[in-house]
């Protein structure tokens, strides 16, 4: 074996390798990003501005009011894009903050009474796979009037996996830690609050996670059908005013809900990390 | 020693299948545990030492038996009985101060906040952990989190201290520091603990007694090790005592029997159920004598038809015809000397090693020993006088044994040891056909013979002996006749052996009972079993020209009562020690291995079970002989140690015979 110098094999660092820190990390996301840009500016110059806007027309078309006053308010429901989200969050937090409320307490009664958990699991196994528009006509027969139903559809959305992950979580308390319960002899009082609830709390989150999503799918359809007012109704009136910068309207909407229903998920998984402190 | 604490009576464990059937993972679990005392509970895993411990702490409820607990019965878990569980069990979510005021908080109910306080940050302080008290268990290590464990449990001052495998999971190095640690914890706390361990070295560094576990299921107590180093121990100087490679070895030993033991039933061929003829024929070869009156009382009773079984006893005269017979599979099973399965298997006397099981005790006690009358005419009445007699003359009296090695053998020379005569040098001991003996005697070709009651009886009645004692004197309720077959019979034929254990059980049972006795003499007084002349012999025989009055009956033989048939391996144990001593057989290091193997308890249990009798078990105890040394079956070293005229040569494991062969392994 040839005898190796130090430095001699000094490799010459990559282009990427000679970019600050910081840049470097975003290499990745540039590039794809702007390749998917690019790849759909290709795709509307084929298919046709008035088809497909690409990018650019988007933003160009939608600058004014869209994009730079997010919050005008011309009365009725012509507003911006701020407030239309505001009032599907509004509907969100709504039947959302209900489903939890009520689904965690429905989940703990069926974790911790194996009888009534047992004999309610064939109704929530066919429930909660009923699609969320479904709820729709019976809601507003119900309710005869579209608010409430778009709120109670969030609600009905969204309190399945909160229901069955609050169930499972408190069925599977590991048993050591029931076991140090038993051995310690404490007080029912003093079990929840310092055992099942604390181990319970990651189940919980992934429920609300899962049902944050499935809620912010669930108010764009419900507003699409039947709304004064929100997100959902903005992209269905858009499209129904087929005027010519209504398909960049819709696209701009989309981009939006997507980044707003990426946040919630993001600050609901935050919020559960913070509570389960310790935890895992 | 200190008061019990803590009682395990007769706890069995059964648990359900998902397939209905049932897993009995303890079986017949018995233990004391003092106040103070180290216990580790040592055994393979899946043997159900974490079984046990949970049965103790509360957490679970035996199915039958029970764990007492200052006398009172355990039933839920509680605190005076703290467990450290094998992964710790921390809360995840409570910092170390945390776990430890949950449970100070909880179980001190009565003190007040300062108190609590204080014993909390006390309890961190004991094991070291002052810095981590503010920590999550997730940024501790795995020995910091035991010590966690181990100070939440001592802080609430429990009685009882149960630990599952505290060190499993931690390099050697934590490990050591921690046993170091917990022993000296231990000691100051004066808390009584019990130890699940795999750790040979961990049970005997900080154990007061190590309790081995046989194999599950059904597992047992196999053996109970008493570790007597002195305390305080330290590690190094633990090792270096005189008695610690030996008692490290009993436990590897131990261990490595109770592996083999596991491999031996998995690669054990499965049972091919052979198509049983409506009536199975069995071939039961027998010496004539008293002990074989529960099988006589059984065929009366037509105990064996009830059960199918058409039985063909076969009467012998001389012991090695009856062995060799079996041995060539001319016969199905023996009723043979306690002696004979174990010498069988180990082939003593030159034979090759022969696989015997046994699953029940025949008969116990019924043996006599008597002099030629001219010796009571010089004054011999008992020992004391043969031995001055022995001494003062140089005598070498010839005594007869019905066969070489057998019961009567082994209680005859322990008796004369025990009185100063050495067996192989001051008499003469010589094999002969119980039935040829009297004519011998007479003869004056000997001068005595050990023998059954009614071969003793019958020379009696013909005034041609003297007494000189009984089996009582030497050894009462010994093991006397035992049912003997070939491994693979009883694998191959487990019914009827079992059917025809139950029916000698319920002969038993009737050859006990007053009402029968005349009946049972009548009996005995066939030509297939006494003959014609043995009534005489049989009523007066009780009598045996003592001062007893004629009509009271002496419990000679005991055929039933007080658990007589149990196949009990401790016997067996005792057995192998006199194998030893003699200098028949080097003492096996793997005892427990062959024991296991001979003495089948669970063809016994099941057994009893279809006789209608209670399964029960024998004692622990350690039993005393004639000459007073107390024997257990857990030391039997000691005990061979201490007996006198030992020729008991090294240890050696003895490999068990292959039970794959029917026939006779290549003999001599």
Redesign the interface.
């Known amino acids: 074996m040839t005898a190796i110098t130090p430095g001699s094999r000094s490799r010459r660092p990559s282009k990427l390798g000679r970019l600050q820190p910081g840049l470097r990390n975003l290499m990745p996301y540039l590039i794809c990003i702007g390749g998917f840009l690019i790849a759909w500016q290709i795709l509307s110059l084929i298919l046709g501005m008035a088809r497909l806007p690409g990018p650019i027309n988007v933003i160009v078309e939608t600058w004014d009011p869209y994009i730079s006053q997010p919050f005008f308010d011309d009365g009725g429901t012509s507003k911006g894009l701020g407030w239309q989200i505001l009032i599907s969050l509004q509907r969100v937090a709504l039947g959302y903050g209900l489903a939890a409320v009520v689904g965690i307490a429905i989940g703990g009664v069926l974790g911790l009474n194996r009888f009534i958990g047992k004999g309610l699991d064939p109704v929530i196994q066919v429930l909660r796979t009923v699609p969320p528009l479904a709820w729709f006509p019976i809601s507003l027969m119900v309710f005869q009037d579209a608010n409430t139903s778009a709120i109670f559809v969030i609600f009905i959305t969204a309190i399945w996996p909160i229901i069955i992950n609050t169930a499972v979580g408190i069925r599977e308390i590991p048993q050591?830690?029931t076991?140090?319960a038993?051995?310690?002899?404490?007080?029912k009082g003093?079990y929840i609050r310092?055992?099942v609830i604390?181990?319970t709390v990651p189940y919980v989150f992934t429920g609300l996670r899962i049902s944050v999503g499935l809620a912010w799918l669930a108010i764009v359809a419900a507003e699409m059908l039947k709304a004064d007012g929100g997100i959902g109704y903005f992209i269905w009136d858009a499209y129904n005013a087929g005027g010519d910068s209504s398909s960049s309207q819709i696209i701009l909407a989309i981009i939006y809900v997507g980044v707003v229903g990426l946040a919630l998920d993001r600050l609901v998984a935050y919020v559960g990390s913070r509570v389960?402190?310790?935890?895992? | 020693m200190a008061l019990p604490l803590l009682t395990v009576d007769d706890v069995t464990q059964v648990f359900p299948l998902d397939d209905g059937g049932r897993y009995v993972a303890l079986k017949d679990i018995d233990l004391t545990i003092a106040e103070g005392e180290f216990i580790s509970l040592i055994g393979h895993s899946g043997c159900g030492k974490s079984t046990l411990l949970n049965l103790m702490?509360g957490?679970n409820q035996a199915s039958t038996g029970g764990i007492l607990m200052d006398g009172r019965q355990v039933t839920?878990?509680?605190?005076d009985?703290?467990?450290v569980?094998q992964?710790y069990?921390l809360?995840?979510?409570?910092?170390v101060r945390q776990n430890i005021a949950?449970?100070v908080d909880?179980?001190m109910t009565g003190s007040s906040e300062a108190e609590r306080r204080e014993r909390i940050e006390q309890s961190i302080q004991l094991v070291g952990l002052g810095a981590a008290a503010d920590k999550?268990?997730?940024e501790l290590s795995g020995g910091m989190k035991q010590r966690v464990a181990i100070a939440r449990a001592l802080a609430?001052r429990p009685r009882l201290l149960l630990l599952d495998e505290p060190f499993g999971a931690l390099d050697a190095l934590t490990r050591g520091n921690l046993q170091q640690q917990l022993m000296q914890i231990c000691q100051q706390a004066g808390v009584t603990t019990v130890m699940v361990t795999h750790d040979v070295d961990e049970a005997l560094l900080l154990s007061d007694r190590v309790v081995c576990l046989t194999n599950g299921p059904e597992a047992g107590i196999g053996q109970i090790l008493n570790v007597p180093l002195p305390r305080p121990r330290q590690r190094l100087d633990v090792m270096d005592h005189p008695d610690y490679y030996h008692l490290r070895s009993e436990l590897i030993s131990f261990l490595q029997q109770q592996r083999r033991l596991k491999q031996r039933k998995q690669s054990r061929p499965s049972v091919v159920p052979v198509a049983a003829p409506a009536v199975q024929t069995v071939r039961l070869g027998y010496l004539p004598g008293l002990d074989i009156a529960p099988l006589a009382m059984a065929m009366d009773r037509g105990l064996l038809q009830q059960r199918g079984l058409e039985l063909k006893p076969v009467a012998f005269d001389r012991w090695q015809t009856l062995e060799d017979q079996l041995k060539a599979g001319e016969l199905d099973v023996a009723i043979t000397s306690a002696t004979t399965p174990l010498a069988l298997t180990l082939g003593l006397g030159g034979q090759g090693a022969w696989p015997a099981v046994t699953p029940m005790t025949v008969t116990r006690s019924g043996n006599a020993l008597c002099l030629a009358r001219r010796f009571s005419d010089l004054g011999i009445q008992d020992l004391g006088s043969l031995a001055a007699q022995i001494k003062g003359t140089g005598t070498r009296l010839r005594l007869a044994v019905a066969h070489k090695g057998n019961m009567q053998e082994l209680l005859l020379r322990h008796w004369l040891a025990s009185g100063g005569i050495d067996p192989d040098r001051d008499v003469e001991l010589m094999a002969l056909s119980p039935m040829a003996m009297e004519a011998t005697l007479r003869a004056g070709e000997i001068d005595g013979f050990i023998a059954g009651r009614y071969r003793v009886a019958k020379a009696l009645e013909a005034g041609l002996v003297t007494l000189l004692a009984t089996d009582l004197d030497i050894w009462s309720d010994h093991p006397e006749k035992v049912l003997t077959c070939h491994e693979n019979w009883a694998l191959n034929h487990q019914d009827a052996l079992l059917d025809l254990s139950a029916a000698l059980m319920r002969g038993g049972q009737l050859c006990e009972d007053p009402a029968e006795h005349d009946h049972l003499v009548g009996l005995l007084g066939a030509s297939q079993w006494l003959g014609k002349g043995s009534a005489l012999a049989l009523q007066s025989q009780f009598d045996f020209g003592s001062d007893v009055p004629s009509g009271v009956r002496l419990p000679l033989n005991r055929f039933h009562s007080d658990r007589a048939h149990l196949a009990n391996s401790a016997e067996g144990s005792w057995i192998l020690s006199q194998f030893s001593r003699w200098g028949w057989s080097p003492f096996p290091s793997n005892r427990l291995e062959l024991l296991s193997h001979v003495y089948r308890s669970d063809l016994c249990s099941r057994a009893l079970e279809r006789a209608g009798f209670a399964d029960l078990r024998p004692e622990r105890a350690p039993f005393a002989l004639a000459d007073g040394l107390a024997f257990d079956q857990d030391n039997p070293l000691d005990y061979l140690k201490q007996l006198p005229y030992s020729r008991a040569t090294a240890l050696e494991s003895i490999p068990l015979p292959s039970g794959s062969s029917q026939r006779p392994l290549a003999a001599h």
Do not use: E, H
């Open positions: 050591d830690y076991n140090v038993r051995v310690l002899r404490l007080r003093a310092n055992i604390p181990a389960a402190k310790g935890g895992n | 702490a957490l839920d878990p509680g605190p009985r703290m467990v569980f992964n069990s809360l995840p979510w409570q910092t949950l449970a909880n179980v999550f268990p997730g609430i």
